[in-house]
């Protein structure tokens, strides 16, 4: 396994009170344990705990890139219509290409659950070699999100965006990440599909 193999996840947390200490930052554990569970290639973490400033928030999103080369990178909190929800704005500021489907899919899904979802501003933006994805800021919103609306039986009702995450990596240059079916299943064309890791 060469060293592209392993993929590298940043995971900005943006919060004015946890990052001041005031209270415990729930959204990088909570994405963690949903990576922890959901992916089955290699991969580990960078996380930043981060206040809710524009400045803050576009040089930790340029680091992650630029310094730590991250292929992936998912921030949480810092999305709705307050003054000081701009992690949208400085996403947007940092990007190469906006990827707007993951925004509007992240809408739609928390729309199963709260009507407020229209309230959010979620984005997604591609960097360079990197897919940035704006998350919500509760655990439970971050978990639906990724993984989608199940019924009381289990089933998938709806599928969560991080099915289509892996191969978006694939064009983009990132490297190849596999998931646990159980949790989330990714989504490639059949001939972008390789065979299981031995």
Known sequence: MSANDELKVGLVSISDRASAGIYEDKGIPALQEWLGNALTSPWRAEARLIADDRASIE???IELVDDCHCDLVLTTGGTGPALRDVT???TLAVADKEMPGFGEEMRRISLNFVPTAILSRQVAVIRKQSL???????PKSIKETLEGVRNATGEVTHVGIFAAVPYCLDLIGGPYAETDPAVVKAFRPKTAI???RT
């Open 88 to 90: 949208p704005e400085a």
């Open 59 to 61: 040089q930790t999103l």
């Open 194 to 196: 390789r065979p299981p």
């Open 132 to 138: 940035i994805i704006n998350l919500p800021g509760q």
